[in-house]
């Protein structure tokens, strides 16, 4: 990461309007989207002044942006149509004694928008004051106009900037995860339906059974929870099959095989299952997991 910026810029003219996004950039490095800073004061001066001092200020290698905003209402518009906007350098007092404080709170509670610094400028700095606005509303900074040098500006902004750029990753991070999980659950309700699943405690007890095994046996999966596998089968499995599918486990943890058995209503069925024994490291089993597909109905 690299951060930029200039204490002496050139001169030249300025003029207060907000930057083009559209803008073609100069060379491939700065092709990346420019972070938007949004600069709210009804003091003219201050845009300029705050403008050219981050005039050549790069993040990351990514130029600033500047939006402009002259009261709290034209602030709270700019940042419902600027949803990606990075840092607002917000002044306390514009319409109203309280203007700013105002758009603070509004942009925490009523826009939701938890990612976006504030960095709060007055100036009418006051000690209690201070400490009573940082302590009462979600802002990230808070400086008097006077001691906002241009280092202290730049350092500022690069510090809200940083900041920024870790919230935003996580709650990328956090979307990716919440899609992941409801394709996962999605998934799992898929496999409820269509397959057959159980789970048995390491007595052999019936822990869980899916939707689908319920209803081939014929019996509720209340009828079921708690009680020996018995209680599912319809016919006894051939005593050599049970003897290897329990050796397998013990020995290997896993088995995996057909099964020739008979639904709740007494027609023949061929299953293709899987059987694993879930354990901590070392320990015991602490339960058994088999899932199986039904492949087609026996001949009779």
């Not at 309007?17 to 490095?29: C, R, W, Y």
């Not at 845009?47 to 942006?65: D, E």
């Not at 000690?127 to 350092?155: G, M, P, V």
């Amino acid at each position: 990461m690299s951060a930029s910026a200039s204490d002496d810029p050139k001169n030249g003219d300025l003029f207060i309007e907000d930057d083009d996004p559209s803008e073609p950039m100069g060379s491939p490095a700065q092709e990346q989207p420019p972070w938007r800073i949004l600069i709210v004061d009804d003091d003219v001066d201050v845009h300029v002044v705050t403008k050219f001092a981050l005039s050549n200020t790069q993040f990351q290698g990514r130029r600033l942006s500047f939006l402009h905003a002259y009261s709290g209402k034209e602030a709270l518009d700019t940042l419902r149509a600027t949803p990606d906007i990075a840092l607002v350098l917000l002044d306390v007092i514009m319409e109203t004694p309280d203007a700013g404080l105002q758009v603070a709170h509004r942009v925490r509670s009523e826009l939701h928008n938890e990612l976006v610094r504030i960095v709060l400028r007055t100036g009418q700095p006051g000690q209690a004051l201070e400490h009573s606005i940082i302590c009462d509303y979600d802002i990230n900074d808070f400086w008097s106009k006077a001691d906002l040098t241009t280092r202290k500006l730049f350092t500022t902004v690069i510090a809200s900037l940083r900041a920024y750029a870790g919230l935003q990753a996580a709650a990328a991070d956090r979307a990716a995860l919440a899609a992941e999980l409801a394709e996962a659950r999605r998934v799992q309700e898929l496999v409820g339906q269509q397959a057959l699943v159980l789970k048995l405690d390491p007595q052999g007890r019936i822990r869980d059974v899916s939707a689908r095994l319920c209803a081939l046996s014929g019996k509720t999966r209340e009828q079921l929870v708690g009680r020996a596998l018995q209680a599912l089968q319809a016919a006894p499995l051939p005593a050599p099959l049970a003897s290897q599918i329990v050796q397998a486990l013990a020995c290997d943890g896993e088995w995996s095989g057909d099964i020739h058995t008979q639904a709740g209503d007494g027609s023949p069925l061929h299953l293709r299952c899987a059987v694993q024994a879930l354990s901590e490291a070392g320990g015991a089993p602490y339960e058994y997991v088999a899932v199986a597909t039904v492949l087609e109905a026996c001949p009779a």
